[in-house]
Nanobody, 115 residues
Framework: QVQLVESGGGLVQPGGSLRLSCAASGSIFSINAMGWYRQAPGKQRELVAAITSGGSTNYADSVKGRFTISRDNAKNTVYLQMNSLKPEDTAVYYC?????????WGQGTQVTVSS
């Protein structure tokens, strides 16, 4: 089992920045990749960014150049640095861990971009 705890969401003005954190615990040795997904009202959950255990990253086209995913292995934590935020980035952001034992999700954190 893997437990994920997210933090860092909130309200920010357009053009602002936020950093999300996701701390993993439990069977972290089984994790192959971690990522951030988001779900806006009335829309399907979508991948925002992911990072593998080898350090490879990928991003949704809509966030390339604005968001950066990174990890701190010593803290078992993955971060999502979000810059130049737009109103369309408003959503609940979920941390995901893809492990040998299955997929695990955090509880979600709300990000609202509004003036």
């Amino acid at each position: 089992q893997v437990q994920l705890v997210e933090s860092g969401g909130g309200l920010v003005q357009p053009g602002g920045s936020l950093r999300l954190s996701c701390a993993a615990s439990g069977s972290i040795f089984s994790i192959n990749a971690m990522g951030w997904y988001r779900q806006a009202p009335g829309k399907q959950r979508e991948l925002v960014a992911a990072i593998t255990s080898g350090g490879s990253t990928n991003y949704a086209d809509s966030v390339k150049g604005r968001f950066t995913i990174s990890r701190d292995n010593a803290k078992n934590t993955v971060y999502l640095q979000m810059n130049s935020l737009k109103p369309e980035d408003t959503a609940v952001y979920y941390c995901n861990a893809r492990a040998r034992t299955g997929d695990y999700w955090g509880q979600g954190t709300q990000v609202t971009v509004s003036s």
